[in-house]
């Protein structure tokens, strides 16, 4: 069974521009979390989306957003890029979580990231 | 304070040693513990999860969460140079709309042959 899929693997792109990154989920999946990692904040939950729908958000900035369409893929915009933004987004799949204690954790499974550069 | 703290690190070990990671956390509301590990330009990947207090053990690996201290540890046993990553605890909380996992910063662990 395929893995998450990311694209682009690497991006380069200069302040003040737009950028748009795809996550394909393992098939099957139906949950897309999005993380940024960064060396100095480490790994940051940015949102979820399950069935075309925002289900939880982090504490980012409206410049992050995102979207799930029908098939369960999912992009993440950020607009007017900052220095700041550099890192390494990654997508992560799964089935819905659980809603009640004591059941199994439904893993999440991450794909291998696009490492955005701002210059 | 953040939500959760783990050790930075780096830590260098010869191969063999027994391996000690571990994080605190001050939100009760986490029911879940999970550890990942990173290898250089990968997504991380899930190495074990718990639910209650107490260990976990799943070969060379052992898990270990006291919920009284808001405390996890991770060991590895027979540490190996394939298990050079970083390291990231997280944790979860259950119930309501509150999917997100919130990591630690991560432990990068070199086993040196």
């Known amino acids: 069974k395929a893995g998450v899929t990311q694209t682009p693997r690497y991006l380069i792109k200069t302040r003040g521009q737009q950028v748009t990154l795809s996550c394909s989920p393992i098939s099957g999946h139906r949950s897309v979390s999005w993380y940024q990692q960064t060396p100095g904040q480490g790994l940051q939950f940015l949102f979820e989306y399950f069935s075309e729908t925002q289900r939880n958000k982090g504490n980012f900035p409206g410049r992050f957003s995102g979207r799930q369409f029908s098939n369960s893929r999912s992009e993440m915009n950020v607009s007017t890029l900052e220095l700041g933004d550099s890192a390494l987004y990654l997508c992560a799949s799964s089935f819905p979580p659980p809603t009640l204690p004591g059941l199994s954790y439904n893993e999440q499974f991450f794909g291998p990231g696009t490492r955005l550069t701002v210059l | ?113």
């Open chain 2, 1 to 113: 304070q953040k939500e959760v703290e783990q050790d930075p690190g780096p830590l260098s070990v010869p191969e063999g040693a027994i391996v000690s990671l571990n994080c605190t956390y001050s939100n009760s509301a986490f029911q879940y513990f999970m550890w990942y590990r990173q290898y250089s330009r990968k997504g991380p990947e899930l190495l074990m999860y718990t639910y209650s207090s107490g260990n976990k053990e799943d070969g060379r690996f052992t898990a270990q969460v006291d919920k009284s201290s808001k405390y996890i540890s991770l060991f590895i046993r027979d540490s190996q140079p394939s298990d050079s990553a970083t390291y990231l605890c997280a944790m979860i909380s259950a119930g309501g709309s509150n999917y997100k996992l919130t990591f630690g910063k991560g432990t990068l662990l070199t086993v040196n042959p």
